[in-house]
């Protein structure tokens, strides 16, 4: 079989900037190399030296997609170094602006991203301009789902993306309630639609599987994006103390991001919300289980198509959790908890919509940052990735390079990776005689 050089320059449809390079000697893959290539950014390193109270909105300029998750885990690192004790309601009011994140976030990646994919068009404005056609029902049912996501986090965070409101011990400003009955009104009214696009999702039959570990976040009381222990898919819990410990950082020469594997067994492994899915259904919301059956039978699954699927769940778990509380709370007029500065160490471990996000925080007793850290879940993807396409591109050499190359998008798409948090990093050894 003749050699062959297999190059992508800039992958499509994703959150940033990715290449891939493939050589081909003999028949097989000599090597492959999946190169995240969006310029390093220092963010967490500016962090020192700045008042704890104005470090999590400047994180949550890592990332415009998820903004709101980067913001979140900085507050929560900053209480938890502090040893800040938040009130219930904050703790409901930031998993409802939660949902509007996942709801928007969500919606953007499935139905303007992978949409194309699933039709077997090159992009959205490849979708036919006919009202029959269900390519233009589902693209036609994203604007209403993704713009409810957006008007969720407005109501309650102040803005979809760097959230004004949230602050560290809660929100500056209390959210008016009189806005919350329309948008339950409007998610219940959206629930059709969310189902229509798990329904074509599920009926995708794009399929790559490889055996994989699964890592999320697991609270046993509820389907949870903010609090839990980490699970593994041994069964094995790792607190947040223990999370660094557990990952080995993994320098990787062709790329600008950082890559981990599992300290023990050196293994790769998956975040996301295919880990969420196969390690937590059986805690969604009681109606997405019930409405949502067929698709959540697919699951347990090794197929990385399948996130997709999960994270059309997610959107109906989102909706249904919101609904629940915008009908149930009861907003009081309460202020931030402020306690006074001390030393300490706090981390905090969330899921972002692409899967588990850490932050950690060292502050001094004057309540100034002395040392920042953030571990992405593209980074932490990203060796299971390039063993994904590894895998592909070994059993389908017979394949012409334009396929090749379109199997090989489909399946970096399928993780929804984001760049640009994947490169906010720096670990440096630096030597001087």
């Known amino acids: 079989m003749a050699n062959r050089n297999i190059v992508i320059d800039a992958i499509t449809k994703i959150e940033g900037n990715a290449g891939l390079e493939v050589v081909v000697e003999d028949g097989a893959v000599k090597d492959l190399r999946f190169k995240i290539t969006d310029y390093r950014r220092f963010l967490t390193v500016a962090a020192r030296g700045k008042r704890t109270v104005a470090v999590p909105s400047f994180l949550s300029r890592i990332c415009g997609t998820c903004s709101v998750s980067h913001l979140f885990a900085s507050l929560m690192a900053i209480e938890s170094a502090q040893g ?75 803005a979809a993306i760097h959230a004004p409101l949230p602050t560290v011990g809660g929100f500056l400003r209390n959210p008016d309630q009189t806005k919350f009955p329309d948008l339950a009104t409007r998610l219940e009214a959206v629930r059709p639609q969310v189902l229509r696009g798990i329904e074509a999702f599920l009926e995708w039959d794009a399929s790559l599987v490889r055996n994989s570990d699964y890592l999320c976040l697991r609270n046993d009381e509820r389907f949870d994006f903010l609090e839990g222990d980490v699970l593994n898919s041994n069964g094995e819990r790792v607190s947040e103390s223990r999370f660094a410990d557990y990952l080995q950082y993994v320098r990787i020469p062709h790329s600008q991001a950082e890559g981990y594997r599992f300290s023990d067994t050196q293994e790769d ?115 299971n990735i390039e063993n994904d396409l590894r895998y592909h591109f070994e059993r389908n050499l017979d394949k012409d390079d334009d396929s090749l190359k379109l199997d090989a998008e489909g399946i970096i798409r399928a993780y929804d990776p984001c760049m640009s948090c994947a490169t906010n990093f720096l670990k440096m050894d630096l030597t001087r005689r």
């Open 84 to 158: 800040i004790e938040v009130t219930e309601q904050t703790r409901t009011l930031r998993r409802l602006a939660y949902d509007g994140l996942m709801i928007r976030d969500h919606a953007l990646h499935l139905y303007f991203f992978v949409l194309p994919d699933v039709l077997g068009v090159d992009s959205i404005f490849d979708i036919p301009d006919d009202p029959g056609s269900l390519g233009h029902t589902l693209l036609r049912d994203s604007f209403d789902i993704k713009r409810l996501g957006t008007d969720i986090s407005n109501a309650v965070a102040g």
């Open 269 to 383: 492994y998956l975040v996301g919300a295919l880990a969420r899915i196969n390690l937590s259904r059986d805690i969604l919301h009681p109606r997405t289980r019930a409405d949502a059956a067929d698709a959540l039978s697919a699951f347990p699954s090794d197929n990385i198509y399948h996130n997709n699927l999960a994270q059309a769940v997610e959107v109906l778990h989102c909706v249904d959790e919101a609904i629940d509380i915008l009908n149930t709370i009861r907003v009081a007029d309460e202020g931030p908890v402020r306690d006074p500065a001390r030393s300490g160490r706090g981390v905090a471990l969330i899921e972002a919509p692409r899967g588990l996000l850490c932050h950690s925080a060292t502050v001094s007793d004057e309540g100034i940052v002395e040392d920042y850290d953030v571990v992405v879940p593209t980074a932490q993807n990203q060796i």
